[in-house]
C-alpha cells in the first residue's frame, strides 16, 4: 500500500503557519496542490505531462505555489504520487495514487466508499471500509476505453474541441449506443454512424455512455459512490450517467481533477505533525 521514500532534505518548519504541498505526477497531467495546516486549499495547478516528468512537476507546484502566494522554502512539507512520482526530486517520499486519492476523498466523505477515478489514460475504482481502510480495487491501464483519451479520440472523430464534447452532448435528442468498448473500433463505428445521418450531439452522449459503460464493468459498486477525476471535472454528463445507471447519488469532492495531489499533500501534513510529536514539539 505504501512506498514512501527516504526524506530528500530538510525543510524549514515554520510552527506558527505551516504549508504543505502534494504533486499528482500522472500520464497525461501533472497536478500540484498547497494547503495549510488546516487541510483548506490555498493554491492549485494542472499542467501537460508530455515527456519530461520533473519539468512539468516544477511548472505545476511553482504554479501552485504562486496562486496560493506562497514561497517554496515555506513549506513544511511535499510529497509525491501518481505513475511519475518517483521522478518528482524535490518531493520529501511518495506514495502511491491509489493511497492518495483515497487519502484525498476520505477527507470530504466519511463511511463506506467506492471510489470512480477516470483520468486521460487510466481508469479506477477503489474501495473503502467504514474506518476508510482499502479494501480492493481495479485498474484499468490496458486500454484507452473508459478514459479521457478515449473521448479525445471520439471529439477527434466529431471535429469538435474535446472541451466541448460535454455541451454537444447535452442536446443530444436520440438515445444511440456504441457496441464497441475499443477505442479503434469505436471509432469506426462513430465514423458509419455520421455515414448514416446520426446528430453529433447524440453521438457525443453515446460516447459518454461507452466511457460509463466500460468503468461499470471495472467492478462491483457498493456503498457511497464519489467520483473523481480530469474527465469528472471536466464533463459532468459522467456524472450523471454514473447516477443514471447506479441509480443513486454520486458525489464529488471540491477539487476532482486534483484529488490526488490534495492526498498528497495531506500526507505531508500527517507526517511533518507525526514528526513534531515524535520530536516533543
Partial sequence: MNDIGSDRGTRRRDAGDPRYAGVDSGSWTTKAVVIDNAAAVLGQAVVRTAADL???AE???SLALGRAGVDRPALSGIRATGFGRHAVPFADGTRTELDCHARGVRHHVEGALTIIDIGGQDA???HLDAQGHRIGHKMNRKCAAGTGSFLDEMALRLAVP???LHDLAVAYQEEIELGSF???FSGTELLAAIRQGKRPADLARAAYKSVVKRVLEM???AGRVVATGGVVAHHPVVVKLFEQYL????LVPPHPQEMGAFGAALL?????????RDDGA
Fill in 162 to 164: 474535446t472541451a466541448r
Fill in 124 to 126: 479506477k475504482v477503489i
Fill in 247 to 250: 441509480e443513486c447519488e454520486v
Fill in 54 to 56: 520533473p519539468v512539468a
Fill in 268 to 276: 505531508a501534513r500527517e507526517l511533518d505533525e507525526a514528526g513534531r
Fill in 219 to 221: 467492478d462491483v459498486f
Fill in 59 to 61: 511548472e505545476a507546484l
Fill in 182 to 184: 475499443c477505442t479503434v
